[in-house]
């Protein structure tokens, strides 16, 4: 699409996302046979190829309740969620053909003065490997990294305007993401925009623990445009990490919540929040916190967008976002300011295999209990940080 990029609108204005997939096409209570069998029910990314139709009415609902920005069908179409379905070597069509779709929607919608976007949506594959499970942690990093750049590809090659990686709940999975897609502009020889969103539970933790600060840390410091939350609850349990994320983070901020945390009605998963009670929410997090981007996600309808629309306007114009964010250390759960008050930032570096040779002995018995406990001991002394060199020659 020739004209302004998401990146030059996003620049000049607030911009909105649209609504759920999932629960919009829950909405319209599809037989087996109109997902294309019932071997493929419960696959709404799938309706892209075999039920088209549908999907285009949802994208056109959002565009007519004014949303500027369409989500593609993709959000399970990694490699291991569509071999649930028996799907897996089904990749670059089912993405190309979702990407085709939004596009076609997106494009009948634009004008030279409000043009519209489509965001190719990646959610998690349902690994964790950062957990200690012998399941869901049975797999390695590159194999992540392979899995989101396999996704890549057929999205921005179908014509989306940026890549959304969201909802995540392991800050390392998000991590393989982001190097994924990087290492497929490389090849590919075309960058787009990222917008890279984790989910966090009531207390303002990734699902493994990672608290705001580390997940900004390790964002700020990443090649995505867009850093925000998405999913998992309703806005009023996001004000307090979006405050934080508001005033810290020097990339566009993003908050596309759920409407309300469900509640269980006859089996089903209701979402409470009404449109006009969470547009107001999200005026406030625009107004006060200068978030960049918001949208709706499971639960809300064109109801939601709409009400939004209404409540920010199209022409909201964005506040100057932080120029320094204080350089941080972070692990998986938490982060550490290198500037410490009272100063010096200590750095504990006995976990290292070339100064201890404690430590070369224990990594070579493969005795990591005693190595972290080297590492608990340094922290006890007032270590603030670890280094951690764990290189053999042996």
């Given at each position: 699409?020739?004209?302004?990029?998401?990146?030059?609108?996003?620049?000049?204005?607030?911009?909105?996302?649209?609504?759920?997939?999932?629960?919009?096409?829950?909405?319209?209570?599809?037989?087996?046979?109109?997902?294309?069998?019932?071997q493929?029910?419960?696959?709404?990314?799938?309706?892209?190829?075999?039920?088209?139709?549908?999907?285009?009415?949802?994208?056109?609902?959002?565009?007519?309740?004014?949303?500027?920005?369409?989500?593609?069908?993709?959000?399970?179409?990694?490699?291991?969620?569509?071999a649930?379905?028996?799907?897996?070597?089904e990749?670059y069509?089912?993405?190309?053909?979702?990407?085709?779709?939004?596009?076609?929607?997106?494009?009948?919608?634009?004008?030279?003065?409000?043009?519209?976007?489509v965001?190719?949506?990646?959610?998690?594959?349902g690994?964790?490997?950062?957990?200690?499970?012998?399941?869901?942690?049975?797999?390695?990093y590159?194999?992540?990294?392979?899995?989101?750049?396999?996704?890549?590809k057929?999205?921005?090659?179908?014509?989306?305007?940026?890549?959304?990686?969201e909802?995540?709940?392991?800050?390392?999975?998000?991590?393989?993401?982001?190097?994924?897609?990087?290492?497929?502009?490389?090849?590919?020889?075309?960058?787009?925009?990222?917008?890279?969103?984790?989910?966090?539970d009531?207390?303002?933790?990734?699902?493994?623990?990672?608290?705001?600060?580390?997940?900004?840390?390790?964002?700020q410091a990443?090649?995505?445009?867009?850093?925000?939350?998405?999913?998992?609850?309703?806005?009023?349990?996001?004000?307090?990490?979006?405050?934080?994320?508001?005033?810290?983070?020097?990339?566009?901020?993003?908050?596309?919540?759920?409407?309300?945390?469900p509640?269980?009605?006859?089996?089903?998963a209701?979402?409470?929040l009404?449109a006009?009670?969470?547009?107001?929410?999200?005026?406030?997090?625009?107004?006060?916190f200068?978030?960049?981007?918001?949208?709706?996600?499971?639960?809300?309808g064109?109801?939601?967008?709409?009400?939004?629309?209404?409540?920010?306007?199209?022409?909201?114009?964005?506040?100057?976002?932080?120029?320094?964010?204080t350089p941080?250390?972070?692990?998986?759960?938490?982060?550490v300011?290198?500037?410490?008050?009272?100063?010096?930032?200590?750095?504990?570096?006995r976990?290292?295999?070339?100064?201890?040779?404690?430590?070369?002995?224990?990594?070579?018995?493969?005795?990591y209990?005693?190595?972290?406990?080297?590492?608990?001991?340094?922290?006890?002394?007032g270590?603030?940080?670890?280094?951690?060199?764990?290189?053999l020659?042996?």
């Amino acid at each position: 699409m020739m004209g302004k990029t998401y990146l030059d609108s996003l620049r000049e204005r607030v911009l909105i996302f649209d609504g759920a997939m999932g629960t919009s096409v829950q909405k319209y209570d599809l037989t087996p046979d109109e997902f294309g069998g019932p071997q493929f029910e419960g696959c709404n990314d799938y309706l892209c190829v075999t039920n088209p139709r549908i999907i285009e009415e949802i994208h056109a609902s959002f565009m007519e309740a004014g949303a500027d920005v369409l989500e593609t069908g993709t959000f399970g179409s990694t490699r291991l969620k569509l071999a649930e379905y028996g799907i897996g070597d089904e990749v670059y069509h089912q993405n190309y053909s979702a990407a085709q779709l939004a596009r076609k929607v997106a494009d009948a919608y634009s004008t030279p003065s409000r043009p519209r976007y489509v965001a190719g949506s990646m959610g998690p594959t349902g690994m964790l490997p950062s957990a200690d499970d012998p399941t869901l942690s049975n797999i390695t990093y590159q194999q992540l990294k392979d899995i989101f750049k396999e996704q890549a590809k057929p999205l921005v090659e179908g014509g989306v305007d940026l890549l959304v990686i969201e909802t995540a709940q392991d800050i390392l999975e998000l991590k393989a993401a982001i190097n994924g897609v990087v290492e497929y502009f490389k090849e590919g020889g075309r960058r787009v925009p990222v917008q890279a969103q984790v989910t966090l539970d009531t207390a303002g933790r990734m699902l493994l623990g990672t608290d705001i600060v580390a997940a900004l840390t390790t964002l700020q410091a990443l090649p995505v445009d867009v850093i925000g939350l998405n999913c998992s609850t309703g806005p009023d349990h996001m004000r307090e990490p979006m405050r934080f994320m508001g005033q810290n983070a020097t990339k566009f901020v993003s908050c596309i919540p759920n409407a309300g945390l469900p509640i269980n009605v006859g089996g089903q998963a209701v979402y409470p929040l009404e449109a006009e009670p969470m547009a107001r929410t999200l005026y406030e997090f625009v107004n006060e916190f200068g978030v960049s981007v918001v949208g709706g996600c499971c639960g809300t309808g064109p109801e939601h967008i709409r009400a939004l629309v209404e409540s920010i306007g199209y022409d909201r114009k964005q506040i100057t976002r932080p120029s320094y964010f204080t350089p941080h250390v972070s692990g998986g759960i938490r982060a550490v300011s290198l500037k410490q008050e009272p100063a010096p930032m200590i750095v504990g570096e006995r976990v290292n295999a070339q100064g201890s040779r404690k430590v070369k002995r224990l990594l070579l018995a493969n005795d990591y209990d005693a190595i972290v406990q080297v590492g608990r001991e340094q922290v006890e002394g007032g270590a603030h940080v670890l280094d951690v060199s764990v290189a053999l020659t042996e």
